[in-house]
């Protein structure tokens, strides 16, 4: 079992940043590719970003290329998001997950474990 431990959201004014961690405890995440999802009330969750197993390949979706970053720290077992330049509809709880493989993914069926998320709120 894996469990999963999101940190760092808040209320941010449009423009700002945070920064999102993950952190897992039960095993290590190394051997796995790691995502963020979001999930905005009355909307289905869906993919943020995603990375492989050693970092050396990412994804993001369209909305979020450019202003977000994804990392990872296997010796801590934790998994980052930055987020600069936010806008309101960043607003949403973002969730990170662990996958069944070593490369990064974008379909939240392709993880097994995830964290109970973690509120972001941009004000306009």
């Known amino acids: 079992q894996v469990q999963l431990v999101e940190s760092g959201g808040g209320l941010v004014q449009a423009g700002g940043s945070l920064r999102l961690s993950c952190a897992a405890s039960?095993?290590?995440?190394?051997?796995?590719?790691m995502g963020w999802f979001r999930q905005a009330p009355g909307k289905e969750r869906e993919s943020v970003a995603a990375?492989?197993?050693?970092?050396?390949?990412?994804y993001y979706a369209d909305s979020v290329k450019g202003r977000f970053t994804i990392s990872r720290d296997n010796a801590k077992n934790t998994v980052y998001l930055q987020m600069n330049s936010l806008k309101p509809e960043d607003t949403a709880v973002y969730y990170c997950?662990?996958?069944?493989?070593?490369?990064?993914?974008?379909?939240?069926?392709?993880?097994?474990?995830w964290g109970q998320g973690t509120q972001v709120t941009v004000s306009s």
């Open positions: 997950a662990v996958g069944g493989r070593p490369d990064p993914s974008s379909d939240p069926y392709e993880y097994n474990y």
């Open positions: 039960g095993r290590t995440v190394s051997w796995y590719g």
């Open positions: 990375i492989s197993r050693s970092g050396s390949s990412t």
